[in-house]
């Protein structure tokens, strides 16, 4: 099993980023994807979910109206598109793949916002 982020980067207050998260060795299209976030300091939070239908998601509030999620069944691969980018976002983002007991993670992406 792998989840491999990628996409982050350092960015200026106000500006976009696209994350991707390609997964191999699991039935991706089965599965929860979701993107958490660590700031330094900070517990691990959840930003966003898309359930395997891909017609449900759910946000967290700070991300609302900012953030979208969403996924490629085909490719295997969960979007992260981030807008109107702000320092807090700043953290390492995490894609996570969940179906029942199963728990898969990868290593992370950095972002940055800042001037």
């Known amino acids: 099993v792998q989840l491999v982020e990628s996409g982050g980067g350092l960015v200026q207050p106000g500006g976009s980023l696209k994350l991707s998260c390609a997964a191999s060795?699991?039935?991706?299209?089965?599965?929860?994807m979701s993107w958490y976030r660590q700031a330094p300091g900070k517990e691990r939070e959840l930003v966003a979910t898309?359930?395997?239908?891909?017609?449900?998601?759910n946000y967290a509030d700070s991300v609302k109206g900012r953030f979208t999620i969403s996924r490629d069944n085909a490719k295997n691969t969960v979007y992260l598109q981030m807008s109107s980018l702000k320092p807090e976002d700043t953290a390492v983002y995490y894609c996570?793949?969940?179906?029942?007991?199963?728990?898969?993670w990868g290593q992370g992406t950095q972002v940055t916002v800042s001037s």
């Open positions: 996570n793949a969940r179906l029942l007991q199963n728990d898969y």
């Open positions: 060795g699991f039935a991706f299209s089965n599965y929860r």
């Open positions: 898309m359930f395997s239908a891909a017609v449900s998601t």
